[in-house]
Every structure is written in C-alpha cells, then in structure tokens.
Nanobody
Framework: QVQLVESGGGLVQAGGSLRLSCAAS????????MGWYRQAPGKQRELVAV???????KYADSVKGRFTISRDNANNTVYLQMNSLKPDDTAVYYC?????????????WGRGTQVTVSS
C-alpha cells in the first residue's frame, strides 16, 4: 500500500511564495512520474507540473517561469516552489505519483492541500 502526504499550503498575498511538499511512503520499488495538479472551485482538475524519473520537466503555460518542480528520489518526495503567486492560482493542489510496488503499478494521489492567494 502506498500513501502520499502533502504539506505547505496556506494563505498568501499576491506576489508571494509558497513551497509545497509531497512525500510517498509504503512498499515502493520505483517512482516514475511525479506531478502536481490543481482544482479550483467549479473547474476541472488540471496539470500544473510533472517531473519524470528521467527527462525534462513539463509545466502548464499559466505557471511557466513562476513555478518550479523538483524531486528528491532518496526520500520519495516531490516539491513545488511557487513564486509570484496570483489570485488565479487559488486551488486545492494534489500531488500524483506513478509508482511501481513489488507486485503492481499504482497511480497514487494525495488528499490535497489548499492554496489561497489574496489580491
């Protein structure tokens, strides 16, 4: 069984910064993609950023140049550094990992962390 736990959300003024973290635990053999998604009220969940185990990162156009995704493979953790935050960034942020356990592949999701940006 695999669990993802996010932290780092909160309330910040426009122009401010936050850093989200997401740590995976359980019977993990290898983690392929690590990513962040967000869902604002009344909107569909959307990809924010993804970082593969090898290869280049990918960002939504709306966050390019402001957000940076990174990963710590030794600790099964993914981060999202968010700078120059805007009110439109307000959403629940979810981490996602594609994980291979000993017996199966798992598309794991965290429970979400709220990010609120005030104008």
């Amino acid at each position: 069984q695999v669990q993802l736990v996010e932290s780092g959300g909160g309330l910040v003024q426009a122009g401010g910064s936050l850093r989200l973290s997401c740590a995976a635990s359980g019977s993990i053999f290898i983690i392929y993609n690590m990513g962040w998604y967000r869902q604002a009220p009344g909107k569909q969940r959307e990809l924010v950023a993804v970082i593969p185990s090898g290869g280049s990162t990918k960002y939504a156009d709306s966050v390019k140049g402001r957000f940076t995704i990174s990963r710590d493979n030794a600790n099964n953790t993914v981060y999202l550094q968010m700078n120059s935050l805007k009110p439109d960034d307000t959403a629940v942020y979810y981490c996602n990992m594609n994980i291979r356990t000993r017996n199966s592949g798992v598309d794991a999701w965290g429970r979400g962390t709220q990010v609120t940006v005030s104008s």
